[in-house]
T-cell receptor, first 116, second 112 residues
Framework: GAVVSQHPSWVICKSGTSVKIECRSL??????MFWYRQFPKQSLMLMAT?????????EQGVEKDKFLINHASLTLSTLTVTSAHPEDSSFYIC????????????FGSGTRLTVV | GQQLNQSPQSMFIQEGEDVSMNCTSS?????WLWYKQDPGEGPVLLIA?????ELTSNGRLTAQFGITRKDSFLNISASIPSDVGIYFC????????????FGTGTSLTVIP
């Protein structure tokens, strides 16, 4: 089955530093990947849609200069949280849509970011 | 972004009981998905629904795509302890740019 690998699974960083999170589709190509953020005991909130070879589309209220998304290949999308602050601490999850279509999007295992 | 209303917010049931939860939206969706999430993990897809009125099963789980296309339902029969987790619905499809928006979640606790 389709597998999405997300790395790192957890990270602690100092306030003001930047953190990069990787999302890889291991056994399929993904034209489109999605990035979500989830606060404790809350739902997943879509942050942005990442399209291979083009600029990401951000949801309203999400700062594109703070959350940089790069989708340079059909199997890799990265989310960089720039100048992180404690309020950015959250669980970040990616999902990938196979290039062949369909809507059974596969999710990565998530990244727990803690900014201290 | 959009958020779908899911109810109930939490459920505490005895092992062996059946479970029902639902999800409603103010928007029409072409596709409804149901996921289960364990603590510290990403969601895992349970059932995908593609057509209004569709009823689909996956083992003890059965989900339905509401006729109005603004709601969906998930039933779990004869619950077992490993059913514990948070269940999310998600709506989306071509009419939302293939983006999916998640429900508020239902936390299920099964008491042995």
């Amino acid at each position: 089955g389709a597998v999405v690998s997300q790395h790192p699974s957890w990270v602690i960083c100092k306030s003001g530093t930047s953190v990069k999170i990787e999302c890889r589709s291991l056994d399929f190509q993904a034209t489109t990947m999605f990035w979500y953020r989830q606060f404790p005991k809350q739902s997943l909130m879509l942050m942005a849609t990442s399209n291979e070879g083009s600029k990401a589309t951000y949801e309203q209220g999400v700062e594109k200069d703070k959350f940089l998304i790069n989708h340079a290949s059909l199997t890799l999308s990265t989310l960089t949280v720039t100048s992180a602050h404690p309020e950015d601490s959250s669980f970040y999850i990616c999902s990938a849509r196979p290039s062949g279509g369909g809507y059974g999007y596969t999710f990565g295992s998530g990244t727990r970011l803690t900014v201290v | 972004g959009q958020q779908l209303n899911q109810s109930p917010q939490s459920m505490f049931i005895q092992e062996g009981e059946d479970v029902s939860m639902n999800c409603t939206s103010s928007s029409i969706f072409n596709t409804w998905l149901w996921y289960k999430q364990d603590p510290g993990e990403g969601p895992v897809l349970l059932i995908a629904l593609y057509k209004a009125g569709e009823l689909t099963s996956n083992g003890r789980l059965t989900a339905q795509f509401g006729i109005t296309r603004k709601d969906s339902f998930l039933n779990i029969s004869a619950s077992i302890p490993s059913d514990v987790g948070i269940y999310f619905c998600a709506g989306g499809g071509p009419n939302t740019g293939n983006q999916f928006y998640f429900g508020t979640g239902t936390s299920l606790t099964v008491i042995p």
